[in-house]
């Protein structure tokens, strides 16, 4: 699938068949975030895949909206140095956000749904996935197969994005002309 098609295709998928995805699938995906470009290439992110369903379970937890977790067939932890420590750059989480779309696309391109969840309960993922304390894991991807197949090719919803000529100014604030 071409990138474009791809940006143009792509759906946020909550609800997943249960088919575990193979571990060639996941290293692509996880490859693809791996590739993405850093801040002066500090690539200051390290994932944790967990496919193991009572994890994935008790990862459902970690936040209001994060129950799609449960239901997927791996997850991707995205942990960052904490971007609230003091002389943090702004840059690690605008970092972590490619790699993230960088995964995002690479799993749609190959047929496999994924959603981001946000962690509200810092202690309680810290507790579950381990990682010291000078880390931080802001969000997580669930990814699989979509429990409906016509997800991978839905239209996007009317009125889903706004328009380019509504978010576009061109020079400065204001100016309201985008490229033909």
Not at 17 to 41: C, E, F, H, V, Y
Not at 45 to 60: C, G, K, M, Y
Request: charge should be positive; include cysteine.
């Amino acid at each position: 699938m071409e990138v474009l098609q791809t940006i143009h295709a792509v759906r946020a998928v909550r609800r997943f068949r249960p088919t575990p995805l193979s571990d060639d699938l996941l290293r692509r995906i996880l490859d693809a975030g791996r590739r993405a470009g850093s801040s002066k290439n500090l690539q200051r992110w390290d994932f944790i895949l967990v496919t193991d369903r009572p994890t994935l379970q008790r990862l459902a937890s970690v936040g209001p909206w994060a129950g799609h977790l449960a239901g997927a067939a791996a997850a991707v932890a995205l942990v960052t140095p904490d971007p609230r420590a003091e002389g943090a750059p702004l840059s690690v989480m605008f970092d972590l956000g490619r790699a993230a779309q960088n995964m995002v696309l690479a799993a749609w391109a190959l047929g496999i749904g994924s959603v981001p969840a946000t962690v509200y309960e810092q202690d309680r993922a810290r507790e579950i996935l381990g990682y010291p304390p000078d880390r931080h894991c802001e969000y997580l991807l669930s990814l699989g197969y979509p429990a409906d197949p016509a997800d991978l090719t839905r239209p996007p919803r009317t009125g889903g994005r706004r328009p380019l000529e509504e978010v576009l100014h061109r020079g400065r604030w204001g100016s309201r002309s985008t490229p033909r």
